[in-house]
């Protein structure tokens, strides 16, 4: 199975923030019945689109070890150039709660959330039968706080779906989300709780239809499987693909099953393309997107 490169040049890999919106059905040719549906939840209209802005103070605390890419203290450095640049005067900032066991478990299965909530570096020894299983090792390391971690990127995604749905808000911004590629019962790609799709689960109870936009150079296959057989969320990712770079996953062919088929939709990337090649490919592509699914809430990653 591919692995993600542990020493590459950052324009070679990232894990971007999560940003959520609320969009009016009518903007894209939604029915009356569809605007006035008691169980739907759609932003009211506004003059000026409201912004919120998601992150715990203590999630950039952790670390995953010396020559691992992932680094969370850079969560700070973004946070100081928020304030920097005085973008905090434009949106709403809050530090959410950390997520819960409850809140967890309505995406990833119990035995796989005891071992993230037992596991440490102390206690490794004690669990390493189960590393395979949990898929845990170079990529997703054991570390100090690594449930902590977990609970509080995964707690903003599920509150900024939660403002979005009591209206409260147009755009809410987790810059220390989007681990995309976390399963139900498994670790990947550095992601071990996969917030984006607690966060459309979230969105779900309020929201006929959620749209997955992936712009990550990595496939979002995490979202995709979780929702590969439902048209209630449409998956979308732009990434590398040459069937070896990690994780391996999203051909064009992958478009879901079931009631989810072509609700998955997947643009493999050669190396090479740049910004206007880019820009025109997602406009073209979105532009249909947005047309036929026309969704009330978008998850950009």
């Not at 409201?50 to 203590?58: A, I, T």
């Not at 890419?69 to 005085?86: C, D, F, I």
Request: glycine share 8%; proline share 5%.
């Amino acid at each position: 199975m591919p692995r993600k490169a542990q020493h590459t040049d950052e324009g070679e890999w990232s894990r971007g923030e999560t940003t959520y919106s609320s969009r009016h059905s009518q903007d894209f040719g939604g029915t009356e019945e569809e605007d006035t549906h008691p169980s739907y939840r759609l932003a009211p209209r506004h003059s000026k689109t409201r912004v919120q802005y998601f992150q715990h103070p203590d999630v950039a605390n952790f670390h995953y070890g010396e020559r691992h890419p992932m680094k969370p203290h850079r969560l700070a450095l973004t946070a100081h150039l928020v304030l920097g640049y005085g973008l905090h005067h434009h949106m709403d900032m809050f530090a959410p709660r950390e997520a819960t066991r409850e809140e967890l478990e309505t995406f990833h299965a119990p035995d796989y959330l005891d071992f993230l909530s037992r596991v440490s570096p102390t206690t490794a020894s004690t669990f390493s039968s189960s590393y395979s299983r949990y898929n845990i090792g170079d990529d997703c390391p054991i570390f100090d706080g690594m449930y902590d971690f977990c609970r509080l990127y995964a707690g903003s995604s599920i509150e900024a779906a939660r403002r979005l749905n009591a209206s409260s808000t147009d755009v809410a911004i987790n810059w220390s989300g989007g681990l995309h590629h976390a399963k139900k019962a498994e670790a990947s790609g550095f992601c071990y709780v996969n917030d984006i799709v607690l966060a459309a689960l979230e969105l779900l109870r309020y929201h006929p239809r959620v749209l997955y936009v992936d712009i990550d150079i990595h496939h979002g296959d995490g979202v995709q499987e979780a929702f590969f057989t439902t048209d209630r969320v449409m998956t979308v990712s732009f990434h590398k693909y040459n069937g070896d770079f990690f994780p391996g996953t999203g051909p064009m062919s992958e478009v879901g099953l079931g009631d989810g088929e072509h609700y998955a939709l997947n643009i493999p990337l050669d190396d090479g393309v740049d910004d206007a090649q880019y820009v025109y490919l997602f406009k073209s592509v979105m532009e249909g997107v947005m047309q036929s699914y026309r969704p009330s809430a978008i998850i950009l990653q």
